[in-house]
């Protein structure tokens, strides 16, 4: 694994215009960045991230099926007790998943530390699954990339035959997200070209625009019936809402599934260790109660507090088990923090504690992987940067390739 300097294509930034990314710089910074781009061998791809992220992704349908059947667990990742049914019943009736992305800390030499899996609402999509590969055929028609370079990025067309495997052909689908926001957008339309690849409709409808009919359906902006609904809205906020009250009668599928919910959450990486514990690409993780009582005598035995002080000894993260883009995490070292997030807005949350596992460094940059879980199998990645150790929400985009 490296990272190579290389041109900037001359017109890249009318182009991203011109295809709808106009997230491409965000805030004065530059989200997208080609500068430089990250090398992998074939082996690190396939062995390193390929093959893990997929036997990672069937790690946790078993432990979706073991949260479900502890009313501990269900309380622990705090799902809300009146609408815990919703998410069994909707594990039990196979709803079925569509994608998700794994971060992983990986140095292209020692295995790939999970650091969370973005089950439920992951972004970073479409500069995945489309404007990288875009940069990789341009800079190999240019001559930038040496000839016979490829690229882990099945994503589009495993998307594809994914909505083609659940749904009949001609099937309408409804896309939305919360109005006003490109990144989110982005995102959606790029399911929705996926879904329309398979001989789907895709209808888009702003998430605020949703209305509830007399008989407890689910409308759209035309007055539609929704059947079937990808929402980018994540299932913690959803659970809380109004609108939760009336999902279960609606006839509507949701998608991602309400048993998402538990994948998405980060209490799910306690429950992996526990369930896989010495797995060489998991990081050992404890709820932060159960390790607050063991300390005290209280709860669980004692063995979680010793199993904690081995295990974290060197350094941990304290994570929210419901935060996104690095918000409310700290890295602590010796009882001290040593870096932490600024945006505090999940602070509130119960919280987890993981083994710390530092990012590599290249050129002052820390990357971490994204790796693309499709149905069940992995079919790409996608790499963000930051000087931070926390990847945050303007961390940097970065193509990738696999050398010849």
């Known amino acids: 694994m490296q990272k190579i300097t290389l041109p900037e294509r001359a017109n890249w930034r009318a182009h991203a215009q011109e295809v709808g ?29 390929e093959d893990p992220a997929t036997e990672l992704h069937a790690m946790c349908r078993e432990a979706v099926a073991h949260i479900i059947a502890s009313e501990s667990l269900m309380e622990q990742l705090a799902i809300p007790e009146a609408h815990r049914d919703l998410v069994a019943e ?9 994608y998700g992305r794994f971060d992983f800390a990986y140095d292209g030499q020692t295995p790939a530390k999970l650091l969370e899996y973005n089950a439920d609402t992951p972004t970073s999509l479409y500069e995945s699954a489309a404007f990288q590969w875009q ?3 341009d800079q ?12 882990f990025n099945g994503i589009h067309e495993a998307l594809v035959a994914r909505f083609g495997e659940v749904f009949e052909t001609g099937s309408n ?5 919360v109005a006003g926001n490109p990144e989110d957008y982005g995102t959606v339309e790029a399911l929705g070209w996926a879904a329309r690849d398979a001989g789907l409709g895709a209808h888009y409808c702003d998430l605020d625009k949703i209305a509830l009919s007399d008989d407890g359906q689910f409308l759209d902006d035309e007055d539609r019936r929704i059947a079937v609904l990808f929402k980018l809205y994540p299932w913690e906020d959803l659970l809380r809402d109004d609108y939760a009250d009336h999902i279960a009668g609606s006839g509507c599928l949701f ?21 896989f ?22 709860g669980k035995t004692s063995a979680i507090l010793a199993r904690a002080e081995a295990e974290l000894e060197a350094a941990h993260v304290r994570k929210p088990i419901l935060s996104r883009e690095g918000a409310s995490v700290s890295i602590m070292q010796s009882g001290k923090i040593i870096e932490q997030s600024k945006n505090t807005e999940y602070s509130q949350h119960p919280r987890i504690v993981q083994a710390y596992a530092p990012l590599p460094q290249f050129d002052g940059f820390r990357p971490v992987v994204g790796a693309w879980v ?8 996608g790499i963000r940067e930051d000087r931070s150790r926390i990847t945050q929400d303007l961390s940097r985009f970065k193509p990738h390739y696999i050398t010849a």
């Not at 909707?90 to 569509?98: F, K, L, T, V």
């Not at 689908?173 to 997200?177: D, E, G, N, Y």
């Not at 514990?277 to 209280?298: K, T």
């Open 173 to 177: 689908l409804h896309f939305t997200a």
């Open 21 to 49: 990314f106009t997230f491409a710089d965000m805030h004065g910074e530059p989200y997208w960045d080609e500068s430089s781009a990250y090398a992998f061998s074939l082996d690190q791809i396939e062995s390193g991230l």
């Open 90 to 98: 909707s594990w039990n009736r196979g709803d079925p998943e569509i």
């Open 277 to 298: 514990e010495g797995h060489p690409n998991l990081l050992p993780a404890f709820f932060e109660a159960d390790v607050d009582n063991a300390a005290s005598g209280r």
């Open 255 to 275: 998608l991602e599934p309400a048993w998402k919910s538990l994948l998405s959450n980060k209490g799910l990486l306690p429950v992996l260790w526990e369930m």
């Open 374 to 381: 499709i149905g069940q199998t992995c079919a790409g990645i």
């Open 135 to 137: 940069w990789l055929e």
């Open 140 to 151: 190999l028609r240019e001559g930038v990339l040496p000839e016979g370079a490829d690229q």
